[in-house]
Protein backbone atom coordinates (compact mmCIF):
# COMPACT_ATOMS: atom_id res chain seq x y z
CA UNK A 1 0.00 0.00 0.00
CA UNK A 2 1.57 3.28 -0.91
CA UNK A 3 1.38 5.61 2.19
CA UNK A 4 2.69 8.68 3.71
CA UNK A 5 2.65 9.02 7.44
CA UNK A 6 3.50 12.29 9.42
CA UNK A 7 4.19 12.00 13.26
CA UNK A 8 6.08 14.14 15.73
CA UNK A 9 3.81 16.91 16.19
CA UNK A 10 1.93 18.20 19.67
CA UNK A 11 2.13 20.67 21.96
CA UNK A 12 4.90 23.08 22.59
CA UNK A 13 5.79 26.34 24.54
CA UNK A 14 6.89 28.99 22.56
CA UNK A 15 10.97 29.03 21.76
CA UNK A 16 9.78 25.08 21.80
CA UNK A 17 11.24 22.68 19.49
CA UNK A 18 9.73 19.29 17.53
CA UNK A 19 10.79 17.16 14.93
CA UNK A 20 8.38 16.14 12.43
CA UNK A 21 8.84 13.02 10.57
CA UNK A 22 7.54 11.57 7.48
CA UNK A 23 7.43 7.96 6.39
CA UNK A 24 6.98 6.12 3.50
CA UNK A 25 5.72 2.64 2.29
CA UNK A 26 5.06 0.88 -0.86
CA UNK A 27 6.87 3.83 -3.19
CA UNK A 28 10.89 4.37 -3.85
CA UNK A 29 11.23 7.46 -1.29
CA UNK A 30 14.54 7.98 -2.93
CA UNK A 31 13.17 9.35 -6.27
CA UNK A 32 10.91 12.00 -4.94
CA UNK A 33 11.47 15.35 -4.25
CA UNK A 34 9.46 15.75 -0.97
CA UNK A 35 7.64 19.04 0.76
CA UNK A 36 6.31 20.19 4.19
CA UNK A 37 3.48 22.13 4.17
CA UNK A 38 1.54 23.21 6.58
CA UNK A 39 -2.08 25.04 6.87
CA UNK A 40 -3.77 27.25 9.73
CA UNK A 41 -7.27 27.29 10.36
CA UNK A 42 -8.85 29.97 7.86
CA UNK A 43 -5.56 30.35 6.23
CA UNK A 44 -4.36 29.04 2.82
CA UNK A 45 -1.79 26.06 2.75
CA UNK A 46 1.69 26.96 2.51
CA UNK A 47 4.39 25.61 1.14
CA UNK A 48 7.07 25.65 4.17
CA UNK A 49 10.27 23.96 3.02
CA UNK A 50 11.10 21.13 0.30
CA UNK A 51 13.94 18.99 -0.33
CA UNK A 52 15.40 17.08 -3.87
CA UNK A 53 15.47 13.56 -4.05
CA UNK A 54 18.93 13.58 -3.59
CA UNK A 55 18.81 16.08 -0.66
CA UNK A 56 21.61 18.11 -2.41
CA UNK A 57 18.61 21.43 -2.12
CA UNK A 58 16.48 22.74 -0.13
CA UNK A 59 14.35 25.47 0.17
CA UNK A 60 12.68 27.28 3.03
CA UNK A 61 10.00 29.74 3.15
CA UNK A 62 10.88 33.14 5.13
CA UNK A 63 9.05 32.64 7.61
CA UNK A 64 10.63 29.70 8.68
CA UNK A 65 14.44 30.48 7.43
CA UNK A 66 16.76 29.85 10.23
CA UNK A 67 14.53 28.13 12.11
CA UNK A 68 13.39 24.70 10.58
CA UNK A 69 15.99 22.48 9.00
CA UNK A 70 14.37 19.36 6.35
CA UNK A 71 16.69 16.28 5.79
CA UNK A 72 15.83 12.83 4.55
CA UNK A 73 16.94 9.55 5.03
CA UNK A 74 16.10 7.63 1.86
CA UNK A 75 17.55 4.17 3.62
CA UNK A 76 14.89 4.68 6.27
CA UNK A 77 13.05 5.89 3.88
CA UNK A 78 11.81 9.03 6.00
CA UNK A 79 12.16 12.92 5.72
CA UNK A 80 12.32 14.79 9.09
CA UNK A 81 11.87 18.91 9.64
CA UNK A 82 13.56 19.87 12.47
CA UNK A 83 11.61 22.91 13.78
CA UNK A 84 13.59 25.20 16.50
CA UNK A 85 12.22 28.76 18.22
CA UNK A 86 8.98 27.87 17.84
CA UNK A 87 6.32 30.56 17.08
CA UNK A 88 2.35 30.76 17.73
CA UNK A 89 2.03 31.33 14.14
CA UNK A 90 3.98 28.30 13.21
CA UNK A 91 0.99 26.78 14.48
CA UNK A 92 -0.94 24.69 11.88
CA UNK A 93 -1.28 21.18 10.46
CA UNK A 94 1.64 20.26 8.60
CA UNK A 95 1.67 17.64 5.42
CA UNK A 96 4.50 15.95 3.81
CA UNK A 97 4.08 15.72 0.20
CA UNK A 98 5.95 13.45 -2.19
CA UNK A 99 5.95 14.38 -5.97
CA UNK A 100 8.33 12.65 -8.62
CA UNK A 101 6.44 13.12 -12.58
CA UNK A 102 2.99 12.94 -12.44
CA UNK A 103 3.32 10.40 -8.56
CA UNK A 104 1.87 12.51 -6.15
CA UNK A 105 1.46 11.42 -3.13
CA UNK A 106 0.31 13.20 0.34
CA UNK A 107 0.07 12.56 3.87
CA UNK A 108 -2.24 12.65 6.59
CA UNK A 109 -1.34 15.53 8.53
CA UNK A 110 0.22 16.14 12.42
CA UNK A 111 -1.05 18.93 14.20
CA UNK A 112 1.91 21.36 15.83
CA UNK A 113 0.34 24.11 18.20
CA UNK A 114 2.56 26.32 19.65
CA UNK A 115 1.03 28.32 22.82
CA UNK A 116 2.13 28.72 26.25
Known amino acids: QTQLVESGGGLVQPGGSLRLSCAAS????????ISWLRQAPGKERERVSC????????FYADSVKGRFTISRDNAKKTVYLQMNSLKPEDTAVYYC?????????WGQGTQVTVSS
Open 97 to 105: NARWFENDY
Open 26 to 33: GFSLGYYD
Open 51 to 58: ISSSGGST
